[in-house]
């Protein structure tokens, strides 16, 4: 087991987002987190990728192992350096006004005390650009003139360059047309079957997120109300009903 979230309580000032939540991944899976909106995914993420107050909440109860380490204590740029877990936030973030290859490049400052930092960089960039052949394509085009779907295909790529193992992925297809959703999640798939990655993402679009997983938990307004592998879940009734449209 990678990653082991135990009784995770979570609060923003005095208002409970996470009510005691449970679940783990295994090393190379990929896992999901269904819900609707406001149902505590991104307070899920926010918190295992343990950023700061005020933008994320406050954990009070249960505790984040990782490698059987607790996190609670681990500040976000350790959590990159030395734990390799990396997070591609909701709405991306890049830097607008630098280019494709600017971006990729600035996710390297990890490493910047590493004696094949060049090797090391410019084997990652060559498997980014491999991945996501239109970002090798824009490379010298600023983030800002981007289309929504390239733009997300940067902010995974920023976050491989990083060397991380683990990536969590908060409302990927968000915004997204069909085809770019599907091509980014099949690089995604390619990188976990290539790499063996693990991946954690919490999605709205459940169908995407279980055809994409092996296994997922259903979070409602701060709780666990199913879990299962892709297949149990995509059909159990009351899923069905609530996020499948069936």
Same mark, same amino acid.
């Given at each position: 087991?990678l990653l082991e979230v ?8 005095? $208002? ?49 192992l990782y490698d059987g ?11 990159? /350096? ?18 494709? /290859? ?21 084997? $990652? ?10 970002? &090798? ?13 390239? /733009? ?37 798939? /390619? ?5 063996? $990655? ?10 995407? *997120? ?5 296994r997922g938990y259903v ?5 666990? $109300? ?8 995509? *059909? ?6 609530? &996020?499948?449209?069936?």
């Amino acid at each position: 087991m990678l990653l082991e979230v135990k009784n995770l309580k979570v609060s923003y000032g005095n $208002i409970e987002a996470l009510h005691g939540i449970s679940f783990s991944i295994d090393k190379g899976e990929i896992l999901t987190l269904i819900g609707a909106n406001g149902a505590g995914k991104t307070s899920t993420l926010m918190s295992l990728a343990r950023l700061p107050r005020p933008e994320a909440p406050v954990v009070t109860g249960g505790d984040i192992l990782y490698d059987g380490q607790s996190l609670l204590k681990t500040e976000p740029h350790i959590l990159i /350096q030395k734990k390799m877990l990396a997070l591609v936030p909701e709405g991306r973030h890049i830097f607008g006004n630098l280019s494709v /290859q600017e971006n990729l490049q600035i996710a390297t400052y990890p490493h910047r005390k590493d004696i094949n930092r060049a090797i090391i960089t410019g084997e $990652i960039l060559d498997q980014v650009y491999g991945l996501f052949p239109r970002l &090798y394509e824009r490379r010298k085009q600023r983030g800002e003139l981007l289309s929504g779907g390239e /733009q997300q295909m940067l902010a995974v790529g920023r976050a491989l360059m990083t060397g991380s193992e683990f990536i969590m992925l908060d409302e990927p297809s968000m915004g997204l047309a069909p085809k770019l959703m599907y091509e980014m999640f099949r690089a995604l798939k /390619q990188l976990n079957f290539v790499k063996h $990655i693990t991946i954690l993402v919490v999605e709205q679009n459940a169908k995407v *997120a279980l055809e994409f997983a092996s296994r997922g938990y259903v979070l409602k307004t701060g709780e666990i $109300i199913a879990s299962g592998t892709s297949a149990e879940l995509m *059909a159990n009734p009351d899923v069905k009903k609530a &996020y499948l449209g069936g």
